[in-house]
């Protein structure tokens, strides 16, 4: 064998040995072998090329294939038809609340604001934003929603020829008929039509309307503070009206109302100087529009929330039309709703010659706890006076109403007080007023209503839940764990929203935020025996082209039902001992709290017979600024609790709508109050009682009664020695009679009944 040949049989069996060589897929003469041939760089770069031109192609033959439709339906709006449960008709609403102004009628610097905020490239580009057409259509594959990056014109397209709806078809008509539009007219025929077919919320389309509906002024009369603004509304409507935002709106609304300035002195359009001396221009407040007189304005709020929340509508979209929807108002209960507020409430207050009566808001929903339909709603004394409806409001704390579910949470978690015994109805706590808890990492020592000490100084949870005895649920808390209790809330129907203090047992409160209706579902889901109750106010919603589907507003167990039956148990023992008093009745069986928070800002009765779950509420809020401030002194009296007006509202209302009903009793068959608890023997007197008379010692206490066999709470003055205060005879005024006048004390921090 020659050296050449030698040479290349070394080579063979080299190859052969090296792992490289084997993984590489090449044969001899460092040929590509098996699947490995068919990639390439030039097979890949030829596929990528080939695939853009037929991207091209197709993108030029629907140029070609696709003409500009008619106006969508928008431009032809029709009516959304509102009934009670009944079927009678409660409203129609959806006229086109339009008027079509020419550009020049719109000032120079009010259209730059527009694009500065929308499409600063307005003038320069094509009519078409092809990286924003490309996020619109990788988010809609993907189900991630929409994308912003429209142009103006492509705006414009969606608002005129199409619809709303998020779908790639839509999207790739769009991104067509923009490009033609933008050859076929001038940029200023353009910006027109952007203009005079945006919606802009509060019933209005286009900018002459929507001038009138913020600011009372036509369009050209508006300010560039008050066109910036207008700017900024546009991209949410809903969510950034000042009159109803939220304050996380709010503050997104104030952000690109910002922006619209800055991007204008990034454009050269307006002078850093002068930018500096222009401020936001509050809008003033909303009209109802006609035949929304009275409730009718708050009920299709609550309708219209709750429909574009379970179907995605966009406000415009709603606008447009063509809604048939039923509530589940019933137009009898309503009324009784209506009258209890008038009768125990308003035509107590003189609104124009006292302060405190011109601040005070009312709030009501009323829920059936078997179904969850909300069959009353109370907003407030008109859109004209006040545009947010109160019972939908989250401004606000919940107060002592929270208590009970601390206790919920106690109960279905098994937890145990400090010295190991379970929480039960019939647990002993300490009821000392500023009573420093123990067993949490932040100091807390809340003071009891009027600074009372109740107990020897130990007293039930019954009792402490009768009288919303602060320091025994303040220690309860931190037993119970203020993140248990959270969960347990949520479970019940409250919502997670900024404002929830985890770690922090002031938590037992009610220091968070919540509304009516959330109430509503905690205290209806309590009444269904622990099964989740979401209230809704949509009986039936129905449309030609759109589905509609109801959530179920009953569930599975949210708490176990021996949990909701002690609770229920409990809470009767308020409404037949308690702070709940006021609403004792033959005609019907009551289970409630009262609820005060701090500085007396708000007070909420919240109860509910086996037939009927009530939530009233009252808000403190100073005409003009939307400042919450104190009820102390509503309709000349003292401190306005939860035991005085929404009480007496509650009782009037829950009279008149169970009339001619035959009410039933609770069904507590799994109710379970605890092993009774024996006070350990003391002889130093109670605080509560160095005020009105001697304490006995713990030796003349009689062990706590077994609820389950006699009232949930005995008589305390008998029983523990404490002094009751739902009696007369005190030196005290008692907070819970209707018209006491107790002395005005400065405000303590979470003093909250």
Do not use: C
């Not at 097979?43 to 500009?68: E, H, N, P, Q």
């Not at 929903?365 to 859109?383: C, F, N, R, W």
């Not at 919502?495 to 037992?508: F, H, Q, T, V, Y």
């Not at 009696?727 to 909250?752: C, E, L, Y």
């Amino acid at each position: 064998m020659g050296r050449a040949e030698a040479r290349k049989a070394q080579q063979q069996r080299s190859a052969r040995r090296s792992p490289r060589g084997r993984a590489s897929g090449k044969g001899q003469a460092g040929k590509r072998t098996g699947i490995r041939r068919f990639f390439t760089w030039k097979t890949i770069l030829g596929t990528l090329f080939g695939m853009m031109l037929l991207g091209m192609a197709a993108l030029v033959g629907l140029y070609f294939y696709v003409d500009a439709p008619n106006p969508n339906a928008t431009a032809t709006a029709q009516s959304n038809t509102y009934k009670y449960s009944d079927g009678t008709v409660m409203a129609r609403v959806g006229e086109m609340n339009r008027e079509i102004v020419p550009i020049e009628k719109v000032p120079k610097e009010i259209q730059t604001a527009f694009i500065a905020i929308e499409n600063k490239s307005f003038y320069e580009d094509r009519g078409v934003d092809f990286m924003g057409v490309a996020r619109g259509l990788v988010r809609t594959a993907t189900g991630k929603g929409a994308a912003g990056g429209s142009t103006i014109t492509q705006q414009y397209v969606k608002n005129f020829y199409l619809t709303q709806d998020q779908t790639a078809t839509r999207k790739l008509k769009e991104l067509v008929i923009s490009l033609k539009v933008d050859q076929k007219m001038t940029k200023d025929e353009i910006l027109a039509g952007y203009l005079n077919t945006s919606y802009f919320g509060r019933g209005a389309y286009g900018i002459q309307a929507a001038a009138q509906a913020y600011y009372g002024v036509d369009v050209e009369k508006l300010t560039l503070e008050q066109g910036a603004y207008l700017a900024a509304v546009l991209q949410a409507p809903s969510e950034y009206d000042w009159a109803t935002a939220s304050q996380k709106g709010k503050e997104l609304v104030t952000i690109r109302f910002n922006g619209v300035f800055q991007n204008m002195v990034e454009m050269g359009a307006l002078d850093e100087a002068k930018r500096q001396t222009l401020k936001f221009q509050e809008p003033k407040q909303p009209k109802p529009a006609p035949g929304l007189e009275g409730q009718k304005g708050y009920l299709k709020q609550a309708a219209d929330a709750e429909l574009r929340r379970q179907t995605g509508m966009t406000a415009a979209e709603l606008q447009a039309g063509g809604w048939e929807i039923q509530l589940n108002i019933d137009p009898k209960k309503q009324a009784a709703l209506e009258k209890a507020v008038q009768d125990e409430l308003e035509s107590k207050l003189d609104r124009k010659g006292r302060p405190v009566d011109a601040a005070v808001q009312a709030g009501a929903t009323s829920v059936d706890p078997k179904t969850g339909a909300i069959v009353a709603m109370y907003g407030g004394t008109g859109l004209n006076d006040h545009w947010a409806s109160n019972a939908l409001r989250t401004d606000f704390q919940p107060g002592s109403t929270f208590k009970p579910v601390v206790l919920a949470s106690a109960l279905e978690n098994d937890e145990v007080t400090q010295d190991k015994k379970p929480i039960t109805p019939n647990a002993l706590y300490d009821g000392t007023s500023k009573r420093q808890v123990v067993g949490s990492k932040i100091p807390f020592n809340p003071q009891n209503q009027d600074d009372k000490d109740y107990g020897t100084p130990l007293m039930t949870v019954q009792e402490a839940t009768n009288f919303s005895v602060n320091s025994v649920y303040a220690q309860m808390i931190v037993d119970v764990g203020p993140p248990a209790a959270k969960k347990t809330a949520i479970e019940l129907g409250m919502k997670d929203r900024n404002g929830w203090p985890e770690d922090k047992p002031a938590m037992s409160l009610g220091t968070m935020s919540a509304n009516t209706v959330e109430m509503a579902a905690v205290y209806a889901t309590l009444d269904n025996h622990g099964k989740k109750v979401t209230p809704s106010i949509i009986k039936t919603a129905e449309h030609a082209e759109r589905e509609f589907k109801k959530v179920e507003a009953v569930g599975g167990q949210a708490i176990s039902r021996e949990t909701a039956d002690t609770v229920t148990k409990v809470l009767t023992g308020v409404v037949n001992e308690g702070s709940g008093k006021a609403v004792r009745s033959s005609a019907y069986e009551a289970a409630g709290k009262t609820g005060t928070t701090e500085s007396n800002v708000a007070a909420w009765f919240t109860a509910y017979t086996p037939e009927l779950v009530t939530v009233v509420a009252m808000f403190g809020e100073e005409p003009g600024t939307g400042k919450q401030t104190t009820l102390t002194g509503t309709a000349g009296g003292g401190r306005a609790g939860g035991s005085s007006f929404p009480a007496e509202i509650w009782k009037a209302y829950t009279l008149a709508a169970l009339k001619g009903v035959s009410t039933a009793k609770f069904d507590l068959s799994e109710a379970d109050m605890g092993p009774v608890q024996t006070p350990p023997r003391s002889t130093t007197p109670s605080a509560s009682a160095s005020t009105t008379s001697p304490s006995p010692s713990s030796s003349q206490i009689s062990p706590s009664p077994d609820p389950s066999k006699v009232s949930p709470n005995p008589d305390p003055s008998k029983s523990s020695g404490k002094p009751d205060p739902t009696k007369s005879g005190s030196t005290k005024p008692d907070p819970t009679k209707s018209g006491a006048t107790p002395p005005i004390q400065p405000p303590f921090p979470h003093q909250n009944q």
